[in-house]
C-alpha cells in the first residue's frame, strides 16, 4: 500500500489483485468503516460479494452515523458530521457510491451540487444573555502570548506530547478565549482531553482556521448522516450480493502468534444469543471495528432520561478489544481510553417541533427561514453562559424523508452533563426529553412562564447519552491504537477510530474511511495509490493566511511587546525583501 496525490492515480482503476477469487472476508461492525472496506473490496479489490461476510451485533446498520425513527419515542441523530472538501478517501469512495434518489448520480454529485448551490455559513456563532447576540464577532479574542502558545503546540514532536492534557500547555490566556469557545465547541475537546490530538488538528485544518468562528469551511449532507450516507453504500453492497448477518456479535477474534507473523485463526460470535464461532485460514480477511464511540449509549424519550451505563459491557467493542489487546502487545491498549467515561461523555438530544410556536425563537437567532429547505444555523450555535456548554444546530429541513413539512427537527448537544442547568437545577444527564427542551428554551428566550408547557406541547425532545463518544480524545502514547495493519499481519485489519494511521485525524468521517481504504488495500496489495491527506500543513500560503487569521488580522508589525531592538531588527528584514517575490506573497496575505 502506498499513497499518492494528484489525479494520475485519483482516476485509475487497479487491477483485479491475484488471488481474490479465493478470498473471503469477515468485516466486524457496520460503522462507517466497516462499510467502507466492503466497498473497497468489492470495487477495487473485484471480491466477490458473495464472499463479504459483515457481522452486525444491531437490528440496523451504521454505527455512531445513525439516523432513524423508533416508534413510540420519535426522531433520533445521536450525532451529526461535519464534512470540508478535502476528505480525499471519502469522495474517492462516493463518487462511485449511487445515489439512491436521483438515477445516474452519485453520493459525490448530489452532495457537491447541493453545498455548491447552498453554501454553508453561520449567521449566529455563539448567544448570551438568553438568546443575545454573544459578539464574538469572528474574532479569536486570543493575546499574541496566547497565539505563540498555540504556535508552540503546533511545532512541538509529537512524542514531546504523549499523555499530555491541554491544559498542560495551554494556560488561560487561550482557554478562556473565544478561540477555545469555537474550537471546544465545534470539534468537542475538552480541558482534560489530548494534547496531541489538539496539535493534530490544528495541522491537519490549517486551512480552515480563518473559517472557524462562522463554519464557512463546512459542508453538510442534505439529510441525517444515516439516510445521505450510509442507506447508499448499504444498497450498493446489496447489489453486489454482500452479506449482512444482523444480531451477530462478535465476542472476540483469536490469533496465532509467531515470530515472524500473526494470522487470524477463529472469530468467536453470538448468534441470536447463542455460542458459535467462525474458523479461519490465511485467505480468510478479518477487518475489526475496535473499541467504539457509541457503545454503551442510550436513549430516553420525552418523559424518561437516558441512563448513564459507564460500566464496560461483556461482549461489547470495548470487551472484545481487551480480549484481542491482550493476546499481543501490538493490538493496543484499550485502557486508555475507556477508564473513565467520566471524562468522555457528554449528551444530546433530538428535538423536533409540533406546532409553529418554538419557531420564531429558532429564526430570531439564526437570521433565516427554518422552512426554505436552505442552510438553516449553518453550524452550531453555541450558548456561551451554559452551564452544560449547550450547543444546538438545525440543518436543511427536513432532515428525515419522513419527516412532516411543518415540522423541524434539531440536534442539541451539551458538554458537562454532570452540570445542573441554568433553568432546569438538575444535571442534563438526569433530565427527561422535555427538561432538556426546557433548558434549551430557556436560553433560546422564551418567557419562563410558558417553557414547561411549550416543551411539553410544542416538541418531542429524545436525550442520549454516550459515555465514551470522546473516548478517543483521551491522553495517549504511541502503541495505545494498533496500527491498521500491524506488522506480521497476513489476514487481519483494524479499522475506524481506534485504529492508527499517522496521515490524518479522529473523529472525522475521512478517517474512518481511510481507514477502511487503508485496510484493503494493504491486505489485497491493490496496485493504486491511497490517496495522501491534503498538503496545507505545508503550504506557506496557508501558513501564513491562518497565522493573520489566528491573531485576528493583525500585521507582525503591530505584534505585542516588540521593544526597539526588534523593531529595528524587523525593520531591518523587511528592507531586505523590498521589491521580491517574498514581499508581494507577504502582502498579499496581509503579514505585511
Not at 347 to 369: E, F, G, N, W
Not at 410 to 436: H, Q
Not at 450 to 464: D, F, G, L, Y
Request: hydrophobic fraction near 35%.
Amino acid at each position: 500500500m502506498y499513497y499518492a496525490s494528484g489525479n494520475y492515480e485519483a482516476f485509475a482503476h487497479p487491477v483485479k489483485p491475484e488471488g481474490v477469487d479465493n478470498k473471503s472476508a469477515y468485516i466486524v461492525g457496520t460503522g462507517l468503516a466497516a462499510l467502507t472496506a466492503a466497498c473497497y473490496l468489492v470495487r477495487d479489490g473485484q471480491m466477490k460479494g458473495e464472499h463479504i461476510h459483515i457481522l452486525e451485533k444491531e437490528a440496523l446498520p451504521g454505527g455512531a452515523c445513525d439516523g432513524y425513527k423508533f416508534d413510540n419515542v420519535g426522531y433520533v441523530m445521536r450525532g451529526g458530521r461535519e464534512m470540508d472538501n478535502h476528505f480525499e478517501c471519502m469522495w474517492d469512495l462516493f463518487r462511485s457510491i449511487p445515489s439512491i434518489e436521483t438515477e445516474g448520480v452519485s453520493v459525490l454529485d448530489e452532495y457537491y451540487w447541493l453545498n455548491k448551490k447552498d453554501p454553508n455559513y453561520s449567521l449566529m456563532r455563539a448567544t448570551i444573555n438568553r438568546g443575545e447576540d454573544a459578539h464574538t464577532d469572528g474574532n479569536f479574542g486570543l493575546s499574541d502570548k496566547g497565539a505563540m502558545e498555540i504556535m508552540q503546540l503546533f511545532f512541538t514532536p509529537d512524542e514531546k506530547l504523549y499523555d499530555k492534557r491541554i491544559d498542560e500547555i495551554f494556560d488561560e490566556e487561550v482557554l478562556s478565549s473565544n478561540f477555545w469557545l469555537y474550537w471546544r465547541t465545534m470539534f468537542a475537546f475538552e480541558n482534560w482531553h489530548s494534547a496531541l490530538e489538539m496539535k493534530l488538528y490544528i495541522r491537519r485544518y490549517i486551512h480552515h482556521v480563518g473559517g472557524l468562528p462562522d463554519f464557512r469551511a463546512l459542508r453538510f449532507t442534505k439529510y441525517n448522516q444515516y439516510e445521505s450516507m450510509i442507506l447508499p453504500m448499504i444498497k450498493y453492497l446489496e447489489s453486489y450480493n454482500v452479506q449482512f448477518h444482523y444480531h451477530t456479535k462478535v465476542v472476540n477474534v483469536e490469533f496465532d502468534i509467531q515470530p515472524d507473523k500473526k494470522a487470524a485463526k477463529r472469530i468467536d460470535i453470538l448468534f441470536e444469543g447463542k455460542e458459535d464461532s467462525i474458523d479461519l485460514t490465511e485467505e480468510d480477511l478479518v477487518f475489526i471495528t475496535n473499541g467504539g464511540c457509541v457503545e454503551n449509549s442510550s436513549i430516553g424519550s420525552q418523559n424518561t432520561s437516558a441512563p448513564f451505563n459507564s460500566k464496560i459491557k461483556e461482549g461489547g467493542g470495548w470487551d472484545m478489544w481487551r480480549k484481542i489487546a491482550a493476546q499481543d502487545s501490538a493490538f493496543g491498549n484499550p485502557d486508555k481510553f475507556c477508564y473513565d467515561p467520566e471524562k468522555s461523555n457528554w449528551m444530546s438530544a433530538t428535538v423536533t417541533t409540533l406546532d409553529q410556536r418554538i419557531v420564531p425563537y429558532i429564526k430570531d437567532i439564526c437570521k433565516r427561514d427554518p422552512f426554505s429547505g436552505k442552510v438553516v444555523t449553518g453550524g452550531i450555535v453555541t450558548v456561551k453562559d451554559s452551564n452544560w456548554l449547550l450547543s444546538w444546530t438545525f440543518n436543511r429541513q427536513p432532515q428525515f424523508r419522513t419527516q412532516p413539512k411543518d415540522q423541524l427537527v434539531g440536534w442539541i448537544y451539551g458538554l458537562f452533563s454532570d452540570k445542573a442547568g441554568n433553568f432546569v437545577k438538575k444535571p442534563m444527564r438526569e433530565c427527561t426529553g422535555k427538561e432538556i427542551c426546557m433548558e434549551w428554551l430557556y436560553h433560546l428566550g422564551v418567557p419562563e412562564a410558558e417553557i414547561e408547557e411549550m416543551a411539553e406541547n410544542s416538541a418531542n425532545t429524545v436525550p442520549c447519552m454516550m459515555p465514551y463518544i470522546t473516548a478517543f480524545f483521551m491522553p495517549r502514547a504511541a502503541g495505545d491504537r494498533p496500527e491498521v495493519v500491524p506488522e506480521g499481519s497476513v489476514n487481519f485489519a483494524f479499522l475506524g477510530q481506534f485504529a492508527e494511521t499517522k496521515r490524518d485525524t479522529i473523529f472525522t468521517t475521512e478517517y474512518s474511511m481511510r481507514t477502511g481504504m487503508e485496510a484493503v488495500y494493504t491486505l489485497l496489495n491493490i496496485d493504486r495509490g491511497v490517496p495522501e491527506v491534503w498538503g496545507s500543513v505545508y503550504d506557506i500560503r496557508d501558513l501564513l493566511n491562518a497565522t493573520v487569521q489566528l491573531r485576528d488580522g493583525k500585521k507582525i508589525t503591530e505584534m505585542e511587546g516588540l521593544g526597539f531592538k526588534e523593531k529595528l531588527a524587523l525593520r531591518e528584514v523587511l528592507k531586505k525583501i523590498e521589491g521580491t517575490d517574498i514581499e508581494k506573497l507577504l502582502k498579499e496575505y496581509k503579514v505585511i
